[in-house]
Nanobody
């Protein structure tokens, strides 16, 4: 089992910035991809960004150029730097990891991000 704990959410005005952090613990051997998803009220959970074991990153089109994902391999942490936030970025942000060899997924509890206009 992998435990994920997110932090860094909050309320911010449009145009502002937030930094999310996620710490992985437990059975962390063979963690492959780490990433962030979000879910807005009434909408499905969607990928925001993810980073592979080799450092390759993928971003949702809606956040490209504004958000940056990074990973500390030694500390088993993943971060999401969010700049130029928009009201449509509001939602619960979830940390996610998958493990080799079967791609087993683990989720954090989520952290609320609210962007006011």
């Amino acid at each position: 089992q992998v435990q994920l704990v997110e932090s860094g959410g909050g309320l911010v005005q449009a145009g502002g910035s937030l930094r999310l952090s996620c710490a992985a613990s437990g059975s962390i051997i063979s963690i492959n991809t780490m990433g962030w998803y979000r879910q807005a009220p009434g909408k499905q959970r969607e990928l925001v960004a993810r980073i592979g074991s080799g450092g390759r990153t993928i971003y949702a089109d809606s956040v490209k150029g504004r958000f940056t994902i990074s990973r500390d391999y030694a500390k088993n942490m993943v971060y999401l730097e969010m700049n130029s936030l928009k009201p449509e970025d509001t939602g619960v942000y979830y940390c996610n990891v998958d493990k080799l060899p079967y791609g087993t997924n683990y989720w954090g509890q989520g952290t609320q991000v609210t962007v006011s206009s």
